[in-house]
DNA sequence: GTGAAAGCGCTAACAA
DNA sequence: TTGTTAGCGCTTTCAC
């Protein structure tokens, strides 16, 4: 069962039937047909490997994920996997398994043992050690998310999504705006969340609208993580110093509250929602709620967000690394498209 | 950059080399030591291809999934490769990529390669092209989800799951239960839902219960698709047939209307949650809801579910093909576990 | 404990 | 258009 087999059956020698195979030019079409149909009823399945060591090309790529179970790590790997397929590329993943996973074994060995061609990662930041070998494969490299110094990045400019939201709440008139943020410990994820956090304060400041500092609340980017921040923000103490008197049962007065709350995703913005609705406080009578993502829970419920669209970032990647292992100069990556999807969770502020 | 450069720094011939790097007996620990230290100096990554080549064997299984991004599949591979970095096993991904997909060419190309030395298919439903395809790889291979016949399968026993939510129900005095099922159509899963919904009916007609056909709906296994399937249950036409007077703005009244919604995961529970809360039915003063999954959200709302472990699932695939792989006989997998939760969302029916 | 040599299954010059 | 001849980088008998 290798090509060795439909060689003698066909009688005729290996490097034909391997061209023929390839569907390269210069091999007679009824040569082609015949060593086809041959192989096709011997069951000949080509072996990568023995093609890889020839070539040095392994017809694959890393993917190289925090963790998998997040929504944008999913859809992206499905836009990778998508254009990946029409390559005729295999996709192999390297999970780094969060913060517990290790970390190091993975890189040595696995990633560098030229089983693939190209590495996308996923939001991740190297330490100088990971940067400085996987500069040393010499392979083709991208990063989706946050922009990684020295590498070429494909993602939305987090700074004016942050923007954009703001805009959209300053816009329905509102001045007390909360922010729900802060690091994805599962996600290893670190310069978006700075860097939307940032957008946040520099669109506020640039408004002349004061932030306290208590309405930078970490929602870990989970549900549940939001939820929290929300309970915090909407329940506890207001805007001002920790204890408050006539608050009634520790929950902040309305007048003491945001009026709306900025999250740094989606799933953050339904865990605030959530709080909000347990606290009794209407959306978007009460209080307006943005997220950022395009998740199709906030679809659902009708949540107002900045949508970007993972899949198409994956699918940018692939594209550009696969170009570059065709021997394509690196190019400019275009920033990926972010949209103000207005929904039912934002409106003016109560007055 | 190879073994052969190692071999001739260290005055050493390539295969004794190769067996220090193994770590084969039979070498002198001073000689390990030597080539270990001369390998790192050179950054020395060695080349999967020759070793399979050489070896037959790649040292990576492929997993198989209908899409990825759907809690599940998203653990379950998490679970995979988990087990499979332990092993020093790469894992390389074959996203059919839902009913879009060209499932066709995913098979044929890649698949087969001998790429990977064991599969995981994630609850794949196979024609028999496909099936006998993959039988020729002789390549160990275990289904994770439904049973698929011919092929060992790690699962929840979907029967006894549905039984004990109905038992759950049941026992806190429900009579009137309804269930949210159907196909998910982009995870092309087939045998679970009807395993879920047949032991959804065998359960209640167990207790003598009877089921209006109306009250098996079709939730599409999302989020999007039970809410609507909670609408549809809810607020629509009741247990009888179509048109009702009286019934105030098209709302089905208390009476005619479940007690209960089985769904047969987590996520669609969650849909018919926001149905039940759009049309301001009190969860669970006036209804009970039951899913399956152990979604995370649903524990951030406090869903009574029956929880599985998809991870725990995805190591014991991973165990059982490696093993498999290392020469060991096919064994039987247990079933895996699932557990009832009981939260919020659960408790006697209105009088 | 170590070395020499023969492949693993394919591709890639170079001839014919 | 097809065949010949070398390898790709590793593992693996079989000697030493």
Known sequence: MGIQEIATVTGLSKATVSRALRGLPSVADTTVDHVRRVAD???????????GLATGRQRAVGV??????????????????????????DLVLYNLGGPGGDRDRAFRRSMLRHRVDALVLLSLVLDETE????????HPMIVIGGPTPGLRNVGVDDVAVAATAVGHLLGLGHRRIAYVGGQDEAGMNVAVPFR???????????????????????????????AAAGG??????????????????????????????????????????LAARRLGI??????????????????????????????????????????????????????????????????????
């Not at 009634?248 to 709350?261: I, K, L, Q």
């Open 41 to 51: 009823e011997l069951g000949y399945v080509p072996s990568s490997a023995a093609a």
């Open 64 to 89: 190289v994920v925090p963790v998998i179970d997040r929504w944008f790590y999913a859809k992206a790997i499905g836009g990778v996997d998508a254009e990946l397929r029409r390559a005729g590329y």
């Open 131 to 138: 940067r400085s070998e996987l500069e040393l494969t010499r």
């Open 196 to 226: 939307r956090r940032d957008g946040f304060l520099d669109a506020m400041a640039g408004a002349g609208v004061h932030v306290p500092p208590s309405w930078l609340v970490d929602g870990r980017f989970s549900f549940a993580g939001g």
């Open 232 to 273: 915090l923000l909407l329940a506890g103490s207001g805007s001002g110093s920790g204890a408050r008197a006539g608050a009634g049962a520790g929950s902040a007065s309305a007048s003491e509250r945001p009026t709306a709350v900025f999250c740094a995703s989606d799933e953050m913005a339904l865990g605030v929602l």
């Open 282 to 351: 209407a959306v978007p009578g009460e209080l307006s709620v943005i997220g950022i993502d395009g998740h199709e829970y906030g679809a659902a419920v009708g949540l107002t967000t900045i949508a970007q669209d993972p899949e198409a970032q994956g699918r940018t990647a692939a594209c550009a690394v696969l170009a570059e292992v065709d021997g394509a100069r690196p190019g400019v990556v275009p920033p990926a498209l972010a949209t103000l999807v207005v929904r039912g969770t934002t409106g003016p502020p109560p007055r």
